[in-house]
């Protein structure tokens, strides 16, 4: 099983730009999520998905957009790139049922110029 | 006021030291108490979790809740450098959605 996995490794925007990140996931588990992780500020969460074709806001939601038409995948996108948004971005999957833990991919780290 | 506040460090020790991190919480209906390790440049990794209150042993590290003072601890004895990482303490309500302190970075020297 390769996990969770996520490209690309590194990203530099301009402000303005839009891209998406990708996630995917081959352990089958129903939940997923996108967190950024700032400096002093720990792991934050974007968006979630509680299985295919079903997702919900996190704690910082503007600006970005997700969807999940498959088990495996959960892209997230950055429609209008801006400076607050460099940081470094992790998608996770857990399991149904507790205590959730989370499976976090390698991370991709987005410079925004 | 932060839900889960936790020390950033950096905390330095020597090799084969007792090392103690700390986290405090604010809302009692917590459940799931919970430890990530984070080596640098990676994704973080559970490294284990308690339920409610009490210790947990699993090698050299115990994990600790006191809920009564809303306090979780996590213990490594005879540290070792690969120890060298960020720890994060993270905690769950009962649905999924989980919570994580900012991490505390840990240096243990030769």
């Known amino acids: 099983n390769a996990g969770v996995t996520q490209t690309p490794k590194f990203q530099v925007l301009k402000t303005g730009q839009s891209m998406t990140l990708q996630c995917a996931q081959d352990m089958n588990h ?4 996108w967190y950024r992780q700032d400096p002093g500020m720990g792991l934050r969460l974007i968006h979630y998905s509680v299985g295919a074709g079903i997702t919900d806001q996190g704690e910082v939601p503007n600006g970005y957009n997700v969807s999940r ?4 995948d959960f892209p997230l996108r950055l429609l209008s790139a801006a400076p607050s948004q460099t940081s470094v971005y992790f998608c996770a999957s857990t399991p149904s049922g507790g205590p959730y833990e989370q499976y976090f991919g390698p991370g991709t780290r987005l410079t925004v110029t | 006021q932060k839900e889960v506040e936790q020390d950033p460090g950096p905390l ?17 209906a917590f459940q799931y108490f919970m430890w990530y390790r984070q080596y640098s440049r990676k994704g973080p990794e559970l490294l284990m979790y308690t339920y409610s ?17 809303k306090y979780i601890s996590l213990f490594i004895r005879d540290s070792q450098p690969s120890d060298s990482a960020t720890y994060l303490c993270a905690i769950q309500g009962g649905g ?3 919570i994580f302190g900012a991490g505390t970075r840990l240096f243990v020297k030769a």
């Open chain 1, 30 to 33: 129903e939940y997923m999520s």
């Open chain 1, 69 to 72: 038409s498959t088990t495996e």
């Open chain 2, 12 to 28: 330095s020790v020597p090799e084969g030291a007792i090392v103690s991190l700390n986290c405090t919480y604010s809302n009692s």
């Open chain 2, 53 to 69: 209150s009490g210790n947990k042993e699993d090698g050299r590290f115990t994990a600790q809740v006191d809920k009564s003072s």
């Open chain 2, 96 to 98: 999924f959605k989980t």
